[in-house]
């Protein structure tokens, strides 16, 4: 077989992202038991795999025959991927831990995860984005039942394992139907038969039936109503680190996913998948909200208002449906801006549940502001961005996709009235938190805990990010523009 | 940037003063309150100074600092000030610091982190006041909301938490709304100009407006969302019931602010906003808002009649008053309109010593039981004439401010709306009624068997509370006998908000265009 140098180089992020996890497994085995020298080479690694997006971003290239391209997008999707992965990481080791569960192999499968993500977002053929997609998720099993010994986790790793092989296989047949109607599966080729067909008359039943298949499948996959009742049971059950990263992680890749399939194979069928889009939307973040506001548990909370914000996410993309790039831009921004708040709360919750045994009931942040200041102010802003009060990261993510809405017109105009009114529902569950740790008195006196240098420094970078993005929106705005354009 | 940075100083300074004061050691609250204290001292200082320096006959605005902040969407950091702005950003560093000066006593408990959050909410009000941009406008709008929700949350009475959330949602549910309304706002600009230069900018789109804009269905529709979010700050009937459970069981200085500044936002932002942006669905919805304003008037007045809580009574007081203000505001009649205004410093200067006085009685009683007092006039003289003053002053006697500002709502309203103006003056006897009352029940008489009971512990007014009460009292007056100085400061923002829609029809319902 003859493979040219620069298809390899083009893959070489993801080659990179490959050999780290494996580099880390081997690292655990030549020093067994100690976490230190596998976190090196983890963040070394992923920092190395970091530079390379960079470097291979700056130009666009297709590899393999157009299965795989690098585009602005690709670029911008990997190192949030490589971001979201790093703060993970950083997040675990204290509450692993603690429960005596290894640090190595959660660091290992975690970046087993992340290459499945990158194939995704670099994807140019249906194929390969099953095959990310695949490789993405089957990790994140293994990650929900990571505490194995624990009941809850198992129970939620086996629901989040057969509902994911379930949807993959939905979504696999939804493949099949796109291939026989248009004899390819490389995306651009897709497209452009499609158009033709189009062009020569009505959508056939066939690829009918293939919209309605790839949809279901991608519903699962992001959690949107009514496709979401493996997501409470999965996140709750999980260790809590892996619950943060399985908030974002999936969620971005799936979202990735999306963007190639429908806004890149399928965009000349536009007009037929947009309107099922924004009744996911309506559904997804009305349900998610409704339910999230009778949560008494805050990582229940969490997992519940994670699907409203994908709700959230819905609505740019069926601003971008319906014609405004803008809307794909929102998707991004709001990707991003989700991503470290939403991770920045969950380290909080890891950070107090770091002792066996204490649970994530809202009473655990009960008088927390005397307890612990400093956990207490980032959950605050943390929860007011996720609410979307100015200026942070939620409330420009907010701002963007509503923004698309409007433009779009239309009823996407009473899709951003119903958003809005989503967001001042939410602010309801969202501050219940806050006046939980600023105005309730705790229950009992739990002890002062002293948290790891690296669970302070992710946090650090999450609370910047949620400042920066919503701050100084310019150089995100930029960034995301050109990614947008690069499927747009 | 460009401008002469004064008014980023005057809104900026109590930011700078709370990361100064969140750094006193936790142990010396005494530090927190006296750098607090001066730091909004400082700011009030810089207001003056501002007032010194604006030139009264330009039009427009003064002062203008201007920056970009996302030229991807024209969105800028612009703050300046025209008369109206400037009247009510004196007002709000002028009530910010007796505030603090007034929180000194009665804030025993977690000093440090109450006196951030006071100054964090100056910096959202003074930037609500003076932003010229859309996009800054709403960040500063929502930066009020949080330091107001600890504020009633943390320092509040038995119930404050569900007071306090449930300001924060209705506040919030207005003003999302009015978010989209925005956007909806700034993209009409950008669809129409081709650029999204200015598409935020205050100055921009009221031209545009002026041009007809944002007529027909569009601005039906937008102006309602601004008039819902302002309404619920005002608060208007039927908008209002957030207010008096915030008011009752907020800290003194916490409701002080709440009555003094918070309901003048949303007074302001009709004036700024939903009127010169949207002329002719405020025209249209005019009927509909001036019917509200006589029901917030009558209504707040007879509830207040019957409260047994002289919070509560002033709070529904509140309410009434603050009728007055959308009235005079919907007549779009320049008596009127100067009216209003006017009504909304002399409520902020008025309401803001009562809540101060209810505060004080509060601290040696432990109680605000109209039924329990009685008599103070023969315990604590200099307490009881306060009262008898701010009181007569609410009620609206000629020579003290309050008279001035309900007289000329009226005497403007009776020119376009004679129905509307003869309602209104009738429920003049009302307030009349329930405010004399109040006093004859609290000052007069007797002394109750309830403050005999306490003793020594019932002394009269403290330097430190006189401090607090006599600059508003000498505001009183001195606006009661020389209104001009608020009123010759507003002229040009009256002019100019009453040329947006003095001239424009208001459409038959705009929805079927």
């Known amino acids: 077989m003859n493979v040219p140098a620069s298809d390899l180089a083009a893959i070489a992020p993801f080659a990179a992202a490959i050999l780290v996890a494996a580099a880390i497994l081997v690292v655990d085995f030549a020093f067994p038991g100690r976490k230190g020298p596998a976190l090196a080479v983890a963040f070394a690694g992923l920092a190395v795999t970091a530079a390379l997006v960079a470097i291979v971003g700056q130009t666009r290239t297709t590899a393999f025959d157009g299965a795989y391209l690098v585009d602005p997008l690709t670029t911008f999707l990997d190192l949030l991927f490589l971001s979201i992965v790093a703060l993970t990481i950083a997040f675990a080791p204290d509450y692993l831990d603690e429960r005596d569960l290894p640090v190595a192999e959660f660091a290992a499968v975690l970046v087993f995860a992340m290459s499945g993500a990158m194939l995704i977002s670099g994807s140019g053929d249906l194929l390969v984005l099953f095959l990310g997609l695949e490789l993405m998720v089957l990790p994140g099993y293994v990650l929900a039942g990571y505490h194995k010994s624990d009941g809850y986790s198992t129970e939620g790793a086996i629901k989040y394992f057969l509902l994911g092989s379930f949807s993959s296989a939905i979504f696999l047949f939804g493949l099949v139907f796109v291939w026989g109607s248009t004899g390819t599966t490389n995306i651009a080729a897709v497209a452009g038969a499609l158009t033709q067909t189009l062009n020569a008359g009505a959508l056939s039943p066939g690829l009918g039936m293939g919209l309605a298949f790839l949809t279901t499948g991608v519903a699962f996959k992001i959690a949107a109503v009514p496709f979401h009742y493996w997501t409470p049971d999965a996140y709750q059950g999980s260790p809590t680190p892996v619950t943060g990263y399985l908030s974002v992680g999936p969620k971005v890749g799936a979202f990735a996913l999306i963007i190639r399939l429908f806004a890149g194979a399928l965009i000349p069928l536009a007009a037929d998948w947009n309107i099922m889009i924004m009744v996911l939307a309506a559904l997804t973040m009305t349900l998610g909200n409704l339910v999230a506001l009778t949560q008494d548990n805050v990582k229940r909370m969490l997992a519940y208002s994670s699907i409203a914000h994908t709700g959230y996410m819905l609505v740019g993309f069926a601003a971008f449906g319906a014609g405004q790039i803008r809307g794909l831009e929102g998707v991004l921004y709001y990707g991003a801006a989700y991503s470290f708040m939403n991770l920045g709360a969950f380290a909080v919750v890891a950070a107090l549940q770091k002792r066996l045994g204490t649970s994530s009931n809202l009473s655990t942040f009960a008088g927390l502001i005397r307890r612990e200041p400093t956990l207490a102010l980032l959950m605050t802003l943390f929860m007011l961005s996720l609410t979307g009060i100015p200026p942070t990261a939620g409330f420009f993510g907010k701002f963007y996709v509503i923004l698309a809405a409007v433009q779009a017109g239309g009823w996407l105009s009473a899709l951003a009235v119903l958003a809005v009114v989503n967001a001042a529902a939410a602010a309801f569950y969202y501050l219940r938190v806050v006046v939980y740790m600023w105005m309730r008195d705790p229950a009992t006196e739990a002890p002062v805990l002293t948290h790891g240098r690296l669970v302070w420094a992710g946090l650090a970078v999450a609370t910047v990010m949620t400042i920066a993005l919503g701050l100084l929106p310019g150089v995100m705005l930029d960034i995301v523009g050109k990614a947008a354009a690069a499927v747009g | ?513």
């Open chain 2, 1 to 513: 940037m460009t401008g002469s940075g004064l008014v980023s100083l005057v809104t900026f300074l109590p930011l700078l003063g709370a990361v100064v004061v969140a750094f006193v050691p936790s142990g010396r609250p005494d530090w927190a309150r006296r750098l607090a204290l001066a730091f909004a001292l400082a700011a009030w200082v810089v207001s003056l100074a501002m007032l010194a320096g604006f030139n009264i006959h330009a039009t427009g605005f003064q002062f203008i600092d201007q920056a970009d902040w996302i030229p991807m969407f024209g969105i800028q950091y612009k703050v300046g000030v025209d008369g109206l702005s400037l009247v009510l950003v004196v007002l709000t560093t002028t009530l910010t610091w007796i505030s603090i000066l007034a929180s000194f006593r009665p804030i025993q408990n977690r000093v440090k982190e109450y006196m951030v959050n006071f100054l964090v909410l100056e910096v959202g009000m003074t930037g609500v006041f003076v932003a010229q941009d859309l996009f800054l406008f709403y960040v500063f709008w929502e930066l009020v909301l949080v330091p107001m929700y600890l504020i009633i949350g943390i320092w509040g009475g038995a119930n404050r938490i569900y007071a306090t959330i449930k300001f924060v949602l209705y506040t919030l549910v207005g003003s999302l709304l009015m978010l989209v309304a925005i956007l909806a706002t700034a993209y009409t600009y950008q669809a129409a100009n081709g650029t999204w230069t200015g598409a935020f900018d205050l100055g921009n789109l009221t031209t545009a407006a002026a041009g007809g804009m944002f007529n027909g269905t569009f601005g039906f529709l937008a102006f309602g969302a601004f008039f819902l979010a302002f309404a619920i700050k005002v608060p208007m009937f039927p908008f209002h019931t957030w207010l008096p459970d915030a008011h009752t069981e907020a800290p003194t200085a916490g409701s002080v602010i709440l009555a003094g500044v918070l309901l003048k936002l949303g007074g302001y932002g009709l004036i700024r906003f939903a009127v010169p942006l949207f002329p002719e669905a405020a025209q249209t919805w005019a009927p509909a808002i001036i019917v509200l304003s006589l029901i917030a008037i009558i209504y707040g007045a007879i509830v207040a009649l019957v409260q047994p809580d002289l919070k509560r009574l002033v709070a529904y007081s509140s309410v009434s008053h603050m009728g007055f203000v959308t009235l005079g505001i919907f007549v779009f009649q320049q008596q009127a309109l100067q009216g209003a205004i006017l009504q909304m410093v002399n409520h902020g200067l008025i309401t803001g010593a009562l809540f101060l006085l209810v505060g004080v009685i509060y601290e040696r009683t432990h109680d605000r039981t109209i039924a329990k007092m009685g008599g103070l006039g023969s315990r604590t003289p200099v307490y009881a004439a306060a009262l008898g003053f701010f009181v007569f002053a609410s009620v609206g006697l000629p020579g003290l401010s309050g008279f001035v500002g309900e007289f000329l709502t009226l005497l403007g309203t009776f020119q376009v709306n004679q129905g509307a103006a003869v309602v209104a003056t009738f429920v003049m006897i009302f307030a009349a009624g329930y405010l004399l009352w109040m006093l004859q029940r609290v000052a007069f008489g007797e002394l109750s068997e309830f403050l005999k009971g306490l003793g020594d512990h019932l002394t009269d007014v403290t330097p430190v509370e006189a401090m607090t009460l006599v600059p508003l009292g000498a505001l009183v007056v001195i606006l009661g006998l020389y209104p001009g100085l608020v009123l010759n400061l507003v002229g040009g923002s009256v002019d100019h908000a009453l040329a947006a829609v003095q001239h424009v029809a208001p459409v038959a319902l705009g929805l079927g265009q």
